[in-house]
Nanobody, 119 residues
Framework: QVQLVESGGGLVQPGGSLRLSCAAS????????MAWYRQAPGKQRELVAA???????NYADSVKGRFTISRDNAKNTLYLQMISLKPEDTAVYYC?????????????WGQGTQVTVSS
């Protein structure tokens, strides 16, 4: 079982920056692939960025070059650095942890943090 708590969301002007954090507890953080998803009003939840246990990263085309995902296994924390924010980045951002054990997939979600990009 993994508990995930996001923080760092808020209101920012277009072109601004934010850093989201996701604190994990309850299990061995380094064994989980981690990701950030987001969900805007009236839209489906979408993958924003992912990072493997080995540190390999993957980004949605819409955020490439602007967002950076990273993890600190010593601090059991996942980060999402966001720069050059756009109004279309407005959404609730969710932290996700995933691990396969004996062919079973275990997935955990945080409660989400609101990011609003507006002037």
């Amino acid at each position: 079982q993994v508990q995930l708590v996001e923080s760092g969301g808020g209101l920012v002007q277009p072109g601004g920056s934010l850093r989201l954090s996701c604190a994990a507890s309850g299990s061995i953080f380094s064994l989980y692939a981690m990701a950030w998803y987001r969900q805007a009003p009236g839209k489906q939840r979408e993958l924003v960025a992912a990072i493997s246990t080995g540190g390999n990263t993957n980004y949605a085309d819409s955020v490439k070059g602007r967002f950076t995902i990273s993890r600190d296994n010593a601090k059991n924390t996942l980060y999402l650095q966001m720069i050059s924010l756009k109004p279309e980045d407005t959404a609730v951002y969710y932290c996700n942890a995933e691990r396969f054990i004996a062919w079973n997939k275990y997935t955990y979600w945080g409660q989400g943090t609101q990011v609003t990009v507006s002037s």
